[in-house]
């Protein structure tokens, strides 16, 4: 067992606290890794707030994270100790129908057991104060040492910086994704991306990559568009800004609406405004971001029976074990950007104040 530190989310609407927690060995098929960096994500502030309807307490939340594998349960093949890896909060088993299928990277093999907090087996390996204390998402970043499904791990170049390679643990490979992979953005055409935090900004970058001629970024917050422009948006404009609703406001400006347009934010109504964006005949609307728990998205069909399409999208349609470590040699390659991202560097012990960074919009 090992005795190390944790931010525990004892319950719903409360501060992390760090904490002393124990971590036990990895049974089969279990990989325990010592996680290097991690990094916060709107989904594990959703949790912390009691948004979550998987929510479970006490847990150790943190699904974007970097490490090196300190030990490995029995029968595991594919990592071994010393490994460079990212956890995956979208496993990929290889086996089941999802794996096998080509549309999907749902990996549905862990999904029951990982969506109540607790290993396959059914327990937890984390413990404090003699309390158990959940898994979150199958991965559990916010600890020096966390345990995870071996079909939850992906193996990258021991080269990359892992301060920088822990955000294509969800964020810039999701957004990344929605553009490349869920939409097939083809070259030339018009963009509009709703959010500009760090997905919204991977899916400029991945527009741009695609070949789009114009990348229309909406923020409120325009503190974000410098950014923006400089991973590809060639526009930026604030909902604020106009009497009009922003859907009528890119359709003036796109003489018909876009080709493709992105919601990451997890707001109904913006998901809306996306889809509505939308040219007639053959716009494709990404959903991203995600929503509160018990919300639901509408429309008039009649977008859709003129040829618009809805889509969603889940950490970018990737197929995880195979596709992390390319993104990664991509990034070492200079195809993609990552530094470009982190705004920040905290100890852990500031974990809190990184998550008051990230609800002020810095």
Known sequence: VIKCKAAVAWEAGKPLSIEEVEVAPPKAHEV????????????????????????????ILGHEGAGIVESVGEGVTKVK??????PLYIPQC????????????????????????????????????????????????????????????????AAAPLDKVCLLGCGISTGYGAAVNTAKVEPGSTCAVFGLGGVGLAVVMGCKIAGASRIIGIDINKDKYAKAKELGATECISPQDS??????VLIEMTDGG?????ECI?????????????HKGWGVSVIVG????GQEISTRPFQLVTGRTWKGTAFGGWKSVDSVPKLVTEYM????????????????DKINEAFELTHSGK
């Open 333 to 348: 390659s200079k195809k993609i950007k990552v530094d470009e991202f982190v705004t920040h560097t905290l100890p852990f």
């Open 258 to 262: 876009v080709d493709y347009s992105f």
């Open 266 to 278: 997890g707001n109904v109504g913006v998901m809306r405004a996306a889809l509505e964006a939308c």
């Open 81 to 86: 100790k010393g490994d460079t890896v990212i």
């Open 290 to 293: 995600v929503a509160a728990a």
């Open 94 to 157: 290889g086996e089941c129908k999802y794996c096998k299928n080509p549309k999907t990277n749902l990996c549905q093999k862990i999904r029951n057991t990982q969506g109540k907090g607790v290993m396959p087996d059914g327990t937890s390996r984390f413990t404090c104060k003699g309390k158990q204390v959940y898994h979150f998402m199958g991965t559990s970043t916010f600890s020096e040492y966390t345990v995870v499904a071996d079909i939850s791990v992906a193996k990258i170049d």
């Open 32 to 59: 325990r890794i010592k996680i290097v960096a991690t990094a916060v994500c709107h989904t594990d502030a959703y949790t912390l707030m009691g948004a979550d309807p998987e929510g479970c307490f006490p847990v």
């Open 243 to 248: 009497k009009k609703s922003i859907q009528e």
